[in-house]
């Protein structure tokens, strides 16, 4: 784990731990990956942020996850259809109903509420949009591409043809 990074002159000294010891390098260039705040116990404990403020650099006010599921409550009926998977749009609107984002993939339903890459995908603009709006709200479409007129067609297609069928 890198605990320091300082810069001398024309180098950078990077410090950490390793096995039972520490460790110390010298570089000419350095790429700062830190992580997030996510996993505390995997080293994604904000700590990379304390070493690039250290460096000079500075850090947006606004940190959040990415890319993770999202949950629902235990009542939905989307928790009811666990396992289910489906293409979906998911936009994210505003409490005014002005969407925001809209993104259209694979949705999975989950014991949770729903992931697969739809919902990892627009998990950031939920987050970011509900610290500005309170009222900001997730609408999904299961039937992209579908209007309520081809929809409308659609099933009255069905029900001429299951006349008469029973």
Not at 15 to 33: D, I, K, T
Not at 41 to 50: L, Q, R
Not at 59 to 69: H, M, N, S
């Given at each position: 784990r890198v605990e320091r990074i300082e810069r001398r002159g024309e180098r950078f000294v990077v410090?950490?731990?390793?096995?039972?010891?520490?460790?110390?390098?010298?570089?000419?260039?350095?790429?700062?990956?830190?992580?997030g705040m996510?996993?505390?116990?995997?080293?994604?404990?904000?700590?990379?942020?304390?070493i690039a403020r250290s460096l000079?650099?500075?850090?947006?006010?606004?940190?959040?996850?990415?890319?993770?599921?999202?949950?629902?409550?235990?009542?939905?009926f989307l928790v009811a259809l666990s396992g289910v998977s489906f293409p979906a749009t998911l936009e994210v609107r505003s409490a005014a109903g002005r969407r925001l984002?809209?993104?259209?993939?694979?949705t999975l339903c989950a014991h949770f509420g729903i992931s697969?890459?739809?919902?990892?995908?627009?998990?950031?603009?939920?987050?970011?949009?509900?610290?500005d709006d309170s009222?900001?709200?997730?609408?999904?479409?299961?039937?992209?591409?579908e209007s309520a007129e081809s929809l409308d067609l659609a099933l009255r297609g069905l029900a001429r043809a299951s006349v008469g069928r029973f």
């Open positions: 410090s950490g731990r390793a096995g039972n010891g520490e460790r110390v390098l010298l570089a000419r260039e350095v790429v700062l990956a830190t992580g996510s996993l505390p116990k995997s080293g994604s404990d904000g700590h990379g942020y304390a000079g650099h500075t850090i947006t006010p606004r940190v959040f996850p990415a890319l993770v599921p999202l949950t629902l409550a235990r009542g939905s984002v809209a993104i259209t993939g694979p697969g890459p739809a919902a990892l995908d627009v998990s950031r603009f939920v987050i970011d949009a509900l610290a009222g900001a709200h997730l609408v999904m479409n299961a039937l992209p591409g």
